[in-house]
């Protein structure tokens, strides 16, 4: 599938990206100036706020499809969701600016997204909501560029409505966890866009909702189960070590 860059006035707003709010003021155009909506001076100070994605568009309305975020340790956010039938992201600096933004058609009425951060480098994971197939597109920051690389295929699912999930870790790996099987789900170690090691445990056919969440300083990687074998759900939690392995 083809990724379309977005034109800077696609947006709505120029290439600052940014708007603030606070006390009914109003930001000015012109940095450090702003202004009430009746136009008197303010001595009231702007709370900023990040647009993120394009404002005069609304998500697609299909929950659980919620947007993606994540942001790099040098402040740059990537924000991601789905459009209808398109999935669309962008990327501001750490002084909000947009400094790329793109779509792709995914053919789909809706997608489940994760965005993750390793060092300097995006990784966009979408799931079509008919699909059994995880894609990930790669966004590398390098002195204020942003390239991409993809779409590509992350992983397979057991069926269209399996679960996943993605978090970041370090500098260098993050996590991936899904349903793999009908009884089976995969917890993988992912450098770059390939699992350089994985871990599986059962589940029954009715799993019904897998999170994942890794933790760089106590190199623990926890995985959130909610497990319906009989109708009443039943939650739990595994801890992983980064390998991983049980721990």
């Known amino acids: ?27 000015s155009a012109c940095p450090g100036a702003y202004a009430e909506p009746g136009g008197g001076v303010s001595a009231a100070q702007p709370v900023r706020e990040r647009l993120g994605l394009i404002p005069e568009e609304p998500i697609t309305a299909s929950a659980p499809y919620t947007p993606g975020l994540a942001v790099t340790s040098s402040g740059y ?7 209808g039938s398109e999935l669309r992201f962008q990327v501001e600096s750490p002084s909000a600016a947009i400094v790329y933004s793109a779509r792709i058609t995914t ?3 809706g997608s489940v997204v994760r965005v993750v951060a390793v060092g300097s480098v995006f990784y966009i994971c979408y799931q079509r909501s008919t699909s059994t197939t995880v894609n990930v597109i790669t966004l590398t920051v390098s002195g204020g560029v942003v390239t991409l690389s993809g779409p590509g295929t992350l992983a397979t699912l057991n069926n269209a409505s399996s679960t996943w999930d993605a978090s970041s870790y370090d500098g260098t790996n993050w996590f991936l966890v899904y ?63 980064a390998t991983p392995t049980l721990s």
Do not use: E
């Not at 956010?77 to 459009?83: E, M, R």
């Open 77 to 83: 956010v990537c924000t991601a969701a789905g459009f």
């Open 107 to 109: 053919s789909s009425a």
């Open 179 to 241: 349903q793999s099987g009908a009884t089976t789900v995969t917890v993988a170690k992912m450098t770059g866009t390939t699992a350089s090691s994985t871990a599986t445990f059962a589940s029954t056919n009715n799993l019904t909702y897998l999170s994942v969440w890794a933790d760089p300083v106590t190199a623990r990687v926890w995985v959130g189960v909610v497990d319906d074998p009989a109708g009443t759900p039943a939650p739990a939690f595994r801890v992983y070590t």
């Open 1 to 27: 599938a083809a990724v379309s860059p977005i034109a800077p006035s696609d947006h709505g707003f120029g290439l600052a990206g940014s708007r603030f709010s606070g006390g009914g003021v109003i930001a």
